[in-house]
């Protein structure tokens, strides 16, 4: 039986990103969480191989205390165990000090894992550098963007879709595979599922300390990523109201607005001509 590891995020509602303009950093604290969506994709991918030949599934999750929601959500689609990395000194933390952290943490308390899976990216930061990232930390065999994963006894086939050519890639175990969101859609949980997750299951939750990562340490591995600015763009439009009889209306606007349309069809055509 396969040992997978899932790894999810619990991201802000993509409609609440508040920023904290002087740090640089999403203030998780005050915009309603989810998981992230392509980690859906993750846990589902792992729920099928899980249901075709067998497997445990270990959701891992490094955030604060509310991320245990999403580890909870994960437990209800079908997951067995769920881990939450929690510490106030990784508040902020980056892709490199995040990968660093997740794989001590997974090869602290999920040894002997066969097989690693992610999201693609996350939705509030759309780097998509975490899971190589962790592969390097662990010295294992990656592919991104996964859209169909096969298992054969130790071997794992990839199917993915890369610049419009489609690649199969094989490796053996250990390995980690980051999934693309084309496939696997992820399914409901049930109410057994939720009734275990919420009234049954339990998280297990680590720090630094139990980690056994110390602070020189921890500063070693630590963000590499400066913010300098954040800001939000703010666009301003202006309402223009032409009144009086049709004919007249339209005589008005296209003496205020010709030229603009002009300028818009004659580059729609020539992108028609050079393509």
């Known amino acids: 039986m396969l040992n997978i590891v899932v790894c999810i995020k619990q991201v802000p509602m993509v409609t609440e990103l508040p ?37 445990k599934i270990t959701v891992v999750t490094m955030g604060p205390p509310a991320a245990e929601e999403v580890l909870r959500e994960a437990l209800a689609m079908g997951a ?20 660093f952290v997740l794989g001590r943490a997974i090869g602290r308390e999920v040894p002997g894992c066969d097989l690693i899976l992610c999201g693609a990216y996350t939705s509030d930061s759309e780097t998509a550098q975490v899971g190589p990232q962790l592969a390097e930390e662990l010295d294992l065999p990656a592919v991104a ?72 340490e921890l500063a070693a591995h630590g963000s590499r990523t400066k913010v300098r600015r954040v800001f939000i763009r703010k666009t301003q439009k202006e309402n223009v109201l032409i009144t009086g009889a049709a004919a007249n209306a339209a005589a008005e606007f296209l003496d205020k607005y010709q030229r603009k349309i002009s300028a818009v069809i004659g580059k729609s055509i020539e992108a028609k001509k050079q393509t």
């Open 80 to 99: 067995d165990r769920g881990i939450l990395v929690c510490d106030r000194l990784l508040a902020g933390s980056d892709t490199y000090a995040t990968s």
């Open 145 to 216: 963007y996964a859209g169909r994963l096969e298992i054969s006894g130790r071997t794992l086939r990839v199917r993915r879709l890369v610049d419009k050519f489609r690649e199969t890639l094989v490796m053996e175990f250990p390995a980690l595979v980051t999934v693309s969101m084309e496939q696997y859609k992820p399914r409901y949980a049930s109410f057994a599922g939720l009734n275990r997750a919420f009234a049954e299951a339990d998280i297990l939750s680590v720090n630094l300390k139990r980690l056994d990562i110390t602070p020189a």
């Open 19 to 55: 920023w904290n303009e002087k740090t640089g950093t999403l203030r998780r604290d005050l915009a309603a969480g989810m998981m992230n969506p392509a980690c859906k994709h993750a846990v589902e991918a792992a729920l099928r191989i899980k249901a075709d030949g067998g497997a």
